[in-house]
């Protein structure tokens, strides 16, 4: 799976783009980094700025988040964020969050990739790749004046695709908690029914 779309509004869109993150990001990574890019300036642009804010608001989500409402992660200080992720003891896992601009029948789609995104595209700013896996958010209609679109793009829109797309991460996260419970509970199980039924003797 390298590339994976669905509308906001699809039907159990939060469940589905759920099932995606888990196939696509490995949460038992040691150093999993959330980038969430955009700033608080620009309604288009903000996506990223609200979703890190949603994430960070929520103590059941333990990663590392940096662009927020507050710290926006935007053109100015993106390159200095990359290089001190980058010169950690331990390369770490990034996923690259931000908003974008397409054909108007994709307005409202979130696309989930394998590899970078590349940010800075509509302010015209020569900004290096960044993410292991990218999520992007199609807020309006790229093409012209795309910063001018991005300032006037609709909060409503851009608010409610943050906001499915941070519930869709925190239920990945809980869901993948669930399944190595279950894994657990289930190894422990299947290794107690083999040694009541004497599978000690064979070892």
């Not at 390298?2 to 159990?12: D, F, P, V």
């Not at 696509?24 to 288009?44: A, K, W, Y």
């Not at 700025?49 to 940096?66: E, H, M, N, W």
């Amino acid at each position: 799976m390298n590339n994976q779309s669905i509308h906001y509004e699809a039907s159990s869109v939060v469940w589905k783009l759920s099932d995606i993150f888990l196939q696509m990001i490995p949460f038992e990574h040691n150093q999993l980094v959330f980038c969430c890019i955009g700033t608080d300036r620009s309604t288009g642009d903000a996506l990223g700025p609200l979703i890190g804010s949603q994430l960070v608001k929520s103590y059941a989500f333990p990663f590392d988040v940096v662009g927020t409402l507050e710290e926006p992660l935007h053109a100015l200080n993106l390159l200095d964020t990359f290089n001190d992720l980058q010169a950690q003891d331990e390369s770490p896992f990034i996923v690259a969050i931000d908003a974008c601009l397409s054909e108007k029948s994709r307005i409202g789609n979130i696309i989930v990739e394998s590899g970078p995104l590349f940010p800075g595209k509509a302010v015209k700013k020569q900004l290096p790749p960044i993410g292991d896996i990218s999520i992007k958010g199609v807020v309006n209609i790229g093409g012209f004046m795309e910063a001018q679109v991005l300032q006037n793009t609709r909060l409503h829109l851009t608010y409610n695709m943050s906001e499915k797309i941070a519930r869709s991460l925190q239920l990945a996260w809980q869901r993948h908690l669930l399944q190595n419970k279950n894994t657990s509970y289930n190894n422990h199980h299947t290794q107690n029914t083999w040694q009541q039924i004497g599978y000690s003797n064979f070892r």
